[in-house]
C-alpha cells in the first residue's frame, strides 16, 4: 500500500509539473535561433525510428514475442564542457500491445476479474533532460570518425490509450464460453528516467548522421492499463532506436 501511495503522488505531482517542463523545454528551443554557442557539439537534432514497450499485457518475452511501433524525437545539444553536454528532448512513441494471447487464456479471464486490460493501443508523449557524457570526443585538430555518447536524465509522460477488459469471462474445459469485452480510453502521465546511447559520424561539417538507443525507466505500472505484475521487473519500461540527422549550431 505504501509503494501504490507513493506512485499515486508521484503521479500526481507529475501532472502538476509536466506542463511546467514541457513549456521550459520548448522555451529553450525557441532561443537556439537566437542563441551565440561556441561550442563545435551544439547542434539540433530529429530522429525516427521503432520502439517496443515492456508491460504486463504487451508481450510474451520469453519468446521474444512483442509488437515494434514508430517512435520519433527532437533535441537540442548545448556543449558545456570538453566532455559534457546537456541534451533537451521533447518526443514520442506510438503504443501497442500486441494480440499475443487469444480470449481463452487463463490469465486474460485473471487479469479482467481484477479489472486489469489485456490489450491497448494507443500513443505516448515525453520530455526529458538530461547530461551527456562524450566518450570519444574530437580533439583540437583531431577528428574521430565516429562519435560515442551515453546519458542519463529526469522526464514525464503522458500517454493516451484505447483499452480493453475482459469481463465475467468464464472456461470451459479451455474453451471460451462466456463474458464481454468492456472498451474504455484512459490516460496516464508518469515520471521516467532516460537512459541514452548513441553514435553519430564525423563529417567535419554542418550535418552528421547517427543511431541513437534509448531506454525509459517509468516509475509505475500503469502505462498499459494493467498493474498486475506479469514479468520480472514491475514497473513499466519502453524503449526505441532512432536514426537520427544532426545539424550544428555556428559550428
Same mark, same amino acid.
Given at each position: 500500500?505504501?509503494?501504490?501511495?507513493?506512485?499515486?503522488?508521484?503521479?500526481?505531482?507529475?501532472?502538476?509539473?509536466?506542463?511546467?517542463?514541457?513549456?521550459?523545454?520548448?522555451?529553450?528551443?525557441?532561443?537556439?535561433?537566437?542563441?551565440?554557442?561556441?561550442?563545435?557539439?551544439?547542434?539540433? /537534432? +530529429?530522429?525516427?525510428?521503432?520502439?517496443?514497450? $515492456?508491460?504486463?499485457?504487451?508481450?510474451?518475452?520469453? *519468446?521474444? =514475442?512483442?509488437?515494434?511501433?514508430?517512435?520519433?524525437?527532437?533535441?537540442y545539444n548545448k556543449e558545456i564542457s570538453d566532455k559534457f553536454d546537456i541534451k533537451?528532448?521533447?518526443?514520442?512513441?506510438?503504443?501497442?500491445?500486441?494480440?499475443?494471447?487469444?480470449?481463452?487464456?487463463?490469465?486474460?479471464?485473471?487479469?479482467?476479474?481484477?479489472?486489469?486490460?489485456?490489450?491497448?493501443?494507443?500513443?505516448?508523449?515525453?520530455?526529458?533532460?538530461?547530461?551527456?557524457?562524450?566518450?570519444?570526443?574530437?580533439? /583540437? +585538430?583531431?577528428?574521430?570518425?565516429?562519435?560515442? $555518447?551515453?546519458?542519463?536524465?529526469?522526464?514525464?509522460? *503522458?500517454? =493516451?490509450?484505447?483499452?480493453?477488459?475482459?469481463?465475467?469471462?468464464?472456461?470451459?474445459?479451455?474453451?471460451?464460453?462466456?463474458?464481454?469485452?468492456?472498451?474504455?480510453?484512459?490516460?496516464?502521465?508518469?515520471?521516467?528516467?532516460?537512459?541514452?546511447?548513441?553514435?553519430?559520424?564525423?563529417?567535419?561539417?554542418?550535418?552528421?548522421?547517427?543511431?541513437?538507443?534509448?531506454?525509459?525507466?517509468?516509475?509505475?505500472?500503469?502505462?498499459?492499463?494493467?498493474?498486475?505484475?506479469?514479468?520480472?521487473?514491475?514497473?513499466?519500461?519502453?524503449a526505441n532506436f532512432q536514426f537520427i540527422i544532426r545539424r550544428?549550431?555556428?559550428?
Amino acid at each position: 500500500m505504501k509503494f501504490k501511495s507513493c506512485i499515486f503522488v508521484v503521479n500526481i505531482n507529475m501532472r502538476i509539473f509536466m506542463p511546467r517542463i514541457i513549456f521550459t523545454i520548448i522555451l529553450i528551443l525557441s532561443f537556439i535561433g537566437l542563441s551565440s554557442a561556441q561550442g563545435s557539439r551544439d547542434h539540433i /537534432s +530529429g530522429g525516427y525510428g521503432w520502439g517496443m514497450i $515492456y508491460a504486463e499485457n504487451a508481450g510474451i518475452y520469453k *519468446y521474444m =514475442e512483442f509488437k515494434m511501433a514508430p517512435a520519433f524525437s527532437f533535441s537540442y545539444n548545448k556543449e558545456i564542457s570538453d566532455k559534457f553536454d546537456i541534451k533537451a528532448t521533447l518526443g514520442g512513441q506510438v503504443l501497442n500491445s500486441g494480440e499475443f494471447r487469444p480470449l481463452n487464456t487463463p490469465i486474460i479471464i485473471e487479469w479482467g476479474n481484477n479489472g486489469q486490460a489485456y490489450y491497448f493501443k494507443g500513443m505516448s508523449y515525453f520530455a526529458d533532460v538530461m547530461p551527456v557524457f562524450n566518450i570519444n570526443p574530437n580533439s /583540437s +585538430g583531431v577528428g574521430e570518425p565516429v562519435n560515442f $555518447y551515453v546519458g542519463l536524465g529526469l522526464g514525464a509522460m *503522458y500517454s =493516451e490509450r484505447a483499452q480493453r477488459v475482459m469481463r465475467d469471462g468464464v472456461l470451459e474445459n479451455g474453451i471460451y464460453v462466456q463474458g464481454y469485452v468492456e472498451r474504455t480510453n484512459q490516460t496516464t502521465t508518469v515520471a521516467y528516467i532516460p537512459f541514452k546511447f548513441g553514435l553519430v559520424s564525423n563529417f567535419e561539417y554542418d550535418w552528421d548522421v547517427g543511431l541513437e538507443i534509448s531506454a525509459m525507466f517509468l516509475t509505475s505500472s500503469e502505462i498499459d492499463g494493467n498493474n498486475m505484475k506479469n514479468k520480472l521487473i514491475y514497473p513499466d519500461a519502453m524503449a526505441n532506436f532512432q536514426f537520427i540527422i544532426r545539424r550544428y549550431i555556428n559550428r
